[in-house]
Each structure stands twice: as structure tokens, then as C-alpha cells.
């Protein structure tokens, strides 16, 4: 493990103390959690962004989409048993 200094303000330096022993951690333990739980966050957030470009490159390149309505009302008719026909895709 590498050893990485934060300069902290004294008021969240305190925040965190107590935060960090309401949970039984260590204020060190409870910062590296903190960390880790941000840059998962970022992590998905940044897969989100992907995926979504992606999705716009694919209907820029093919066209079609679907009603979101008609997809809603699709699923909620399956749920129930009923059947339906899949809601056909539509050129933009």
C-alpha cells in the first residue's frame, strides 16, 4: 500500500471522527471506505455515460427506437398474463 496525505479542514476532520465512531470504524478506515465508495460511484456514472453514447451511436446508425408508452404498456400487459404482441420498433 502507498501512503497518500490529505490536508483536511479541522471542521470536517471532526465530522469525519465522529462519523467514523458512530459506525465502530477508524476515521482512517472510514475515509478509505469513503474513497472507495466515491470512486465506484464514479466508475458507474462514467459506464452510464458510455453506454448511453453508445446507444446514440446505434440509433444514429439504424434509426429505430421505440415508444416508451407502448413499451410500458407492453410490460405491464405481460405482467398481468395478458397476451400481446412486442411493440415493433420505429424509424426516426
Do not use: C, W
Amino acid at each position: 500500500m502507498s501512503t497518500t496525505t490529505l490536508k483536511l479542514p479541522e471542521e470536517l476532520k471532526e465530522r469525519i471522527s465522529t462519523a467514523a465512531e458512530a459506525v465502530g470504524n477508524s476515521p482512517h478506515a472510514f475515509m478509505v471506505e469513503a474513497l472507495a465508495a466515491q470512486t465506484a460511484l464514479a466508475e458507474r456514472r462514467a459506464a452510464f455515460v458510455a453506454a448511453a453514447h453508445a446507444a446514440e451511436q446505434e440509433v444514429a446508425e439504424y434509426g429505430l427506437v421505440y415508444d416508451a408508452d407502448e413499451v410500458f404498456s407492453y410490460l405491464q400487459d405481460k405482467l398481468q398474463g395478458k397476451q400481446i404482441k412486442r411493440p415493433k420498433a420505429k424509424k426516426l
